[in-house]
């Protein structure tokens, strides 16, 4: 069972690797990534 879950990480990380490479998703990644760092950071007093 683990060669196949393997295998199925294997294709999920292909296609993902394969849709960042487009620019629209790239666009769409690095909007997520920003906002994801807005809410981490603390409000400074």
Do not use: C, H, T
């Amino acid at each position: 069972m683990k060669l196949f879950k393997s295998a199925a990480l294997i294709g999920i990380g292909k296609k993902l690797y394969n849709e960042s490479r487009k620019p629209q998703n790239r666009a769409r990644i690095q909007r997520a990534v920003d906002s994801a760092k807005n809410r981490r950071r603390k409000p400074q007093r």
